[in-house]
């Protein structure tokens, strides 16, 4: 026999056969995929735990005063307990008031969407110079910012 018709006589895959491995690789991959998304769109949907985030709505450094004025607000799902005030890294806690009130003395429950007006007094500011205002709360929520001197 020679060598061109052995390579003739040799078939490969029926067409059936062919199209059958193809419906398989199709499905498979659409089993992989559908399993992915579900994955990914059961964990975007699910209810996370409810967490607090805090935000600033306004900032005012005074340098004449020597005061900086800023109000958070609570945009999480849950009250949050503001306990410390850092200024440049610095522990303000004590000369910071809410409604008059020292934060040191009183800790200041914040409930969702609830604004507390911070008064955190900061001798020595420079004008134009950027201070870094850090709130903390008793859970760990965390916001800082930096306000410029004015």
Do not use: E
């Amino acid at each position: 026999m020679s060598k061109k018709r052995q390579l003739r006589s040799k078939r490969g895959f029926s067409d059936i056969v062919a199209s059958l491995i193809l419906m398989l690789l199709a499905v498979a991959a659409g089993v992989v995929v559908y399993g992915y998304l579900m994955g990914w769109i059961g964990g975007a949907t699910t209810n996370p735990r409810m967490t607090g985030h805090l935000s600033f709505d306004t900032a005012y450094a005074n340098t004449t005063g020597g005061s900086i004025t800023c109000a958070v607000r609570n945009v999480g799902g849950t009250s949050l307990v503001l306990s410390d005030v850092y200024v440049q890294g610095v522990n303000c806690t004590a000369s910071t008031k809410i409604n008059n009130v020292s934060l040191l003395t009183s800790p200041y429950n914040l409930t969702v969407q609830q604004v507390a007006n911070l008064n955190i007094t900061y001798a020595g500011m420079t004008l134009s110079t950027y201070y870094t205002v850090q709130v903390v709360c008793k859970d760990g929520t965390t916001i800082s910012q930096a306000i410029p001197a004015q």
